[in-house]
């Protein structure tokens, strides 16, 4: 257990639905992170929230919308997705977000039928 | 632009032996940090270990070591004694460190480790 959970691990949707992933830290940490892992291809870094404030967004199509209102608590919010849009998200989290070690969490794997 | 390089797509180390996951990194910031991330089956990513650019020493925790070569931009890991549970997919990562600015973490497409008994 690292302290960070992820809910649900496990996601069908279709392309019109409109569905939230949800990652929570117990760690007291001040940054937290969603990644995007597609097969065969490295983490891809989505977005980046410090203080409850987005301070990254690595060109994102809006399909996918953040959300942290406190910083404990990180939402992923998807609408009109793509099936490559397929692949395991993983939120993360950082005493700060310029420190050394990030604590991920265990993952949503979403599939886009 | 940095990069990260696993040339290993996978591997195969007896129980008990030691194993070396190679890396390659590309960067032309003097400041960066190395790190490797073990990842099993059920997806979360396990923070192993830790250098820095600047560290005289190489990196050790436990079973695990860096190998960090700065004038080859290598920062193999080394996992001795290993273990069944180690198996599973492993990842290089690197930071730049841009002052002041955001952990942004670039993964290289990592080495899936199978150990056997």
């Known amino acids: 257990e690292t302290g960070v959970t992820q809910t649900p691990r496990h996601l069908v949707m279709g392309m019109t639905n409109k569905k939230s992933l949800k990652c929570e830290q117990h760690l007291g940490h001040n940054a937290m992170y969603w990644y995007k892992q597609s097969a065969k291809k490295p983490l891809e870094l989505m977005f980046v929230y410090s203080l409850e404030e987005r301070v990254e967004n690595n060109s994102v199509p809006s399909r996918f919308s953040p959300e942290c209102p406190n910083s404990s608590h990180l939402f992923l919010h998807l609408h009109t997705l793509q099936p490559e849009d397929s692949a395991l998200y993983l939120c993360?989290?950082?005493?700060?977000?310029?420190?050394?070690?990030?604590?991920f969490g265990p993952g949503t794997r979403l599939t886009v039928t | 632009a940095q990069k990260i390089t696993q040339t290993q797509p996978g591997m195969f180390v007896q129980e008990k032996e030691a194993v070396t996951l190679d890396c390659t990194y590309d960067t032309s910031d003097p400041s960066y940090g190395l790190f490797w991330y073990k990842q099993p089956s059920s997806g979360e990513m396990i923070f192993l270990i830790y250098?820095?650019?600047?560290?005289?020493q190489n990196a050790t925790e436990g079973r695990y070591s860096l190998n960090f070569q700065k004038a080859r931009k290598s920062a193999n890991l080394v996992i001795s004694a290993s273990q069944l549970g180690d198996s599973a997919m492993y990842f290089c990562?690197?930071?730049?460190?841009?002052?002041?600015?955001?952990?942004?973490?670039?993964f290289g497409t990592g080495t899936l480790l199978a150990v056997q008994p």
């Open positions: 990562a690197m930071r730049e460190d841009y002052g002041g600015a955001t952990n942004k973490l670039i």
């Open positions: 250098q820095g650019s600047y560290d005289q």
């Open positions: 993360a989290s950082s005493r700060d977000r310029d420190v050394n070690e990030q604590y």
